[in-house]
Every structure is written in C-alpha cells, then in structure tokens.
C-alpha cells in the first residue's frame, strides 16, 4: 500500500504535465493555422464573428467587411515586417521614444476605428461592441499576468 500512493501521485503528476503540454501545442497549432489563412478569409470570420455578436443587417456587414479587410492587412504586413527583422537578425529591442510613436500610433488607429464603428453601427450595437471589447481587453490583460506569474516559478 505504502508503494502505490507514491505511484499514483507520479502517475497523476505526470498526466497533469503532458496534458499542459499538449495543450500549450494545440494554442500555437491553432495560431499557426491562421497566419495561413488570407487576408480575405480572416476578414470574412471577423466580420462574421461581429454580425453573429451585434446582429449587423447587410449593409453593416459590407462597411465592417472592408474596415476588417484594412485591419487585417495591416496586421498581417506588420507581422511579416517583423518575421523578417526577426530571420535577418535585425530585430531590436526599441527605444524609449520608438514604443512612443509606436503606442501613440497604434492609439490613433484605435481611435479612427472607433469613430467608424460608432458611424457604421446603431447605438444598442456600439455599447455592446465597446462592451465586447471591455471583456476582451480584460482577458488580455488576465492572459498577461498568468504568463508574467508563471515565468517567476
């Protein structure tokens, strides 16, 4: 009896770790298979998400379509853009006043995206949008802390 407790906890740790690992594969598996995906495609799941969420009529969808085409072209080449920096070996921590502009302009593209948003949509549909992003900007931010948390051990 004294032989199988210790066995069994082994066994469970042991199931605990493949299973975090499997998991933490999956994510990356999951992302990798999106980065595939067009520009267009990733486009159309977007929109689509958003008029499931804030049951947009077709003319918001089309207005959506082409604000998420933009945004995600734009991601897509500042992802690339990086990939490349990153493979030549050119990729740098920035300086003070480059995360400034960096931040400031990221801020500014919010804001334009925002101020289309509140255009393209009916006033129930911005709340629950400024809504869904409240929640998504507090997962994010939760996200965060669990990584800094688990790279302290």
Same mark, same amino acid.
């Given at each position: ?31 990798? $298979? ?6 267009? =495609?990733?486009? &159309? !799941? #977007? ?7 804030? +049951? /947009? ?47 400031? $302009? ?6 334009? =995206?925002?101020? &289309? !948003? #509140? ?7 911005? +709340? /629950? ?25």
């Amino acid at each position: 009896m004294k032989v199988v407790k210790p066995l069994v906890v082994i066994a469970l740790l042991t199931g605990a770790i493949a299973l975090g690992q499997r998991q933490g594969r999956h994510s990356g598996q999951h992302l990798d $298979a999106l980065k595939e995906l067009s520009v267009e =495609q990733l486009a &159309t !799941l #977007k929109t689509k998400k958003m008029t499931l969420a804030l +049951d /947009l009529n077709d003319r918001q969808q089309e207005q959506i379509m082409e604000l998420n085409l933009e945004n995600v072209a734009f991601r897509k080449n500042k992802m690339e853009e990086i990939q490349k920096k990153r493979e030549a070996g050119e990729l740098k921590k920035p300086t003070a006043e480059e995360r400034y502009d960096m931040e400031n $302009a990221r801020l500014d593209r919010m804001i334009a =995206q925002q101020e &289309t !948003l #509140k255009k393209i949509l009916n006033d129930e549909q911005y +709340d /629950l949008w400024k809504k869904m992003q409240l929640h998504k900007q507090a997962k994010v931010h939760e996200h965060k802390k669990m990584r800094r948390q688990s790279r302290r051990g």
